[in-house]
């Protein structure tokens, strides 16, 4: 019996010893493969350094011979100027006036100054002398908050729990955002001035966004006098209460009597203050959304009537052109390498 047991305990010391064992590779092959990793990063740090440090002189002359022709090109090119405008687009307005900003680039591209001169009402030499148009939004993630916070009150809950904010968010397009950019860049720097107008006007002046501007304005008129005469009967009801409650303290003050409607009516009051205080909270709102959608489109800043020269080290020429000589040469080098290696892979 005891020989058993001695013999079940060495077993188990075996298969212990042997569990351990087991493991201790397992970390050794662990910390192996860790290792591998840092050691190929490693290598391939140091191989990239002596690809650069072999061929240093090829990726620098190729890097001076860009940067000397970007110079050339631009002392070749005239001086260009630039001028940006921030709106906020009303009435869902931003697709169609990326639209109208895309139209105008069309034209440039295309070099139809006929175009640009019956659009603007300019010029032919100005005309010539414009060069781009673009537009972008002025990211702010609290227009993401505050878009989906009118989401949440529009909806019921039920679609609320199934549509999570990173949902929303994921879906959120560049013509969600409240306030957007419109730059223009042209040869000549007196001519933005003339351009806001036309801008601005082919939205203001589209039928369909005039409609709504005029309903919503009318819906928000409405809802303010409707406030209004609510705030109205409200103050008429608190002078009622308060007459009522100087006609039982002069009853008080002549005889004894037990007043059981002293709490209810103190009640109401504190009801018709909280109801006061929120009429004027809404008003308030509506008095913010009646600023904000007077019109289709509200500009919040025009292009200045000089525009600023375009400058910077990475809008220059040369400094484009330098590194594209670099990177082609690095290119160049890296297929001249991969065709030794395949010349060399086929012996």
């Not at 806001?196 to 369909?208: A, E, F, G, R, T």
């Not at 008129?221 to 308060?242: G, K």
């Not at 959608?293 to 500009?299: D, L």
């Amino acid at each position: 019996m005891s020989t058993n047991q001695q013999k079940n305990n060495n077993e188990e010391e075996i298969d212990l010893g042997s569990l351990f064992v087991i493991i201790g590779r397992g970390f050794s092959n662990f910390f192996k493969f860790i290792g591998s990793i840092f050691k190929g990063i490693f290598d391939f740090i140091i191989t990239i350094l002596i690809f650069l440090k072999n061929n240093f002189i090829k990726i620098a002359v190729a890097g001076i011979i860009g940067l000397v022709a970007g110079f050339f090109i631009e002392k070749s090119n005239a001086t260009k100027f630039g001028s940006k405008m921030l709106v906020e687009p009303n009435f869902k307005s931003a697709m169609q006036l990326y639209n109208n900003i895309q139209y105008y680039n069309d034209l440039v591209k295309q070099k139809d100054t006929v175009g640009l001169e019956k659009t603007f009402n300019i010029d032919k030499e100005t005309a010539a002398s414009l060069k781009s148009f673009e537009i972008e939004p002025i990211v702010n993630e609290n227009d993401i908050i505050n878009s989906y916070n009118d989401f949440i009150l529009e909806v019921d809950t039920l679609t609320v729990k199934s549509y999570k904010f990173e949902k929303f968010k994921a879906s959120f397009t560049n013509l969600d955002y409240k306030v957007h950019k419109i730059e223009v860049i042209a040869e000549k720097n007196d001519v933005f001035r003339k351009l806001d107008d036309v801008i601005i006007s082919s939205i203001v002046n589209n039928k369909y966004f005039n409609r709504l501007k005029q309903l919503t304005n009318e819906n928000l008129n409405r809802t303010d006098s409707l406030y209004r005469e609510n705030l109205t009967q409200i103050d008429s009801l608190r002078r009622v209460y308060m007459n009522v409650m100087l006609e039982e303290a002069k009853k008080q003050t002549t005889g004894t009597s037990i007043d059981l409607g002293g709490e209810k009516r103190t009640t109401k009051e504190l009801e018709l203050f909280e109801t006061n205080r929120q009429i004027n909270g809404d008003l308030k709102r509506i008095a913010e959304e009646k600023s904000n959608k007077y019109e289709v489109i509200n500009v919040i800043s025009n292009f200045q009537p000089v525009g600023y020269e375009i400058k910077g080290i990475t809008k220059s020429y040369a400094f484009k052109l330098a590194l594209l000589g670099m990177f082609l040469m690095v290119f160049i080098l890296l297929l001249t390498k991969l065709n030794s290696y395949l010349n060399n892979y086929k012996k």
